[in-house]
């Protein structure tokens, strides 16, 4: 059975601070994975999409890597901000998509 | 190009009433997935529909819900006689094609319609 584990479930951390999400997965017939950014009562933004073949993907402050053979991605947010309090939603691209529950971050400034 | 589109954003249905959730594809796309996302928890799949055919539909549960995608229109997913279980919001995905070693199938998601049943 496909399933999509994110670790942690919630984090809070002062403003500023360098921080590591990550996300496990069972199945290996993965295309991609996508991490997402839900604001509350929002719909989902893509953030960055790393295909099979990758193994990082950088946008600004966010860097994500991909380890099919161990089942696992990252995302790594580098100089925290308030404004990056979201739920950060990892999920798996293979013949559908499945999400990750998701981690909640809270950066207090 | 507009985004995916659903519609209402909002919906409150009384229990045993029918509510109808609509969602329009970005353009250029023939494959939609629905998804549903209780309250704290992350979005499960539903199903998945190219124009006029449901293609996996492993996640809707097995009565009271239904949905289709017609060759003109939006795609509609139908949830009869309403509990209050069902309150939740549902997500909206649309893609140009599948996904495979040689294309990404990158989803884009609605903003969601939110149904609550009292």
């Known amino acids: 059975k496909q399933e999509v584990t994110q670790i942690p479930a919630a984090l809070s951390v002062p403003e500023g601070e360098n921080l590591v999400l990550n996300c496990s997965f069972t199945d290996s017939a993965i295309y991609n994975l996508q991490w997402f950014r839900q604001d509350p009562g929002k719909g989902l933004t893509s953030l960055l999409l790393?295909?099979?073949?990758?193994r990082e993907q950088t946008s600004g402050r966010l860097n994500a890597s991909l380890d099919k053979s161990s089942g696992r991605s990252t995302l790594y947010i580098a100089a925290s901000q308030p404004g990056d309090s979201a739920t950060y939603l990892c999920?798996?691209?293979?013949?559908?998509?499945?999400f990750g529950a998701g981690t909640r971050l809270t950066v207090k400034p | 190009n507009a985004g995916v589109m659903q519609n209402p954003r909002h919906l409150v249905r009384r229990r045993g009433q029918e509510a109808r959730l609509r969602c329009s594809p970005m353009?250029?796309?023939?494959?939609v997935y629905w998804y549903r996302q209780l309250p704290e928890e992350g979005l499960k799949f539903m199903v998945y529909l190219q124009k006029e055919n449901i293609i996996d539909e492993s996640g809707m549960p097995k009565e009271r819900f239904s949905a289709e995608f017609p060759k003109e229109g939006p795609s509609i997913l139908r949830i009869q006689q309403v509990v209050r279980g069902d309150s939740a919001a549902y997500f909206c995905?649309?893609?140009?094609?599948?996904?495979?070693?040689?294309?990404?199938?990158?989803?884009?998601f609605g903003e969601g319609s939110r149904l609550t049943v009292l």
């Open positions: 999920a798996q691209r293979g013949n559908d998509m499945r």
């Open positions: 353009k250029g796309h023939s494959h």
């Open positions: 995905a649309s893609s140009r094609g599948t996904a495979n070693l040689a294309n990404t199938g990158e989803l884009f």
């Open positions: 790393i295909q099979s073949s990758q």
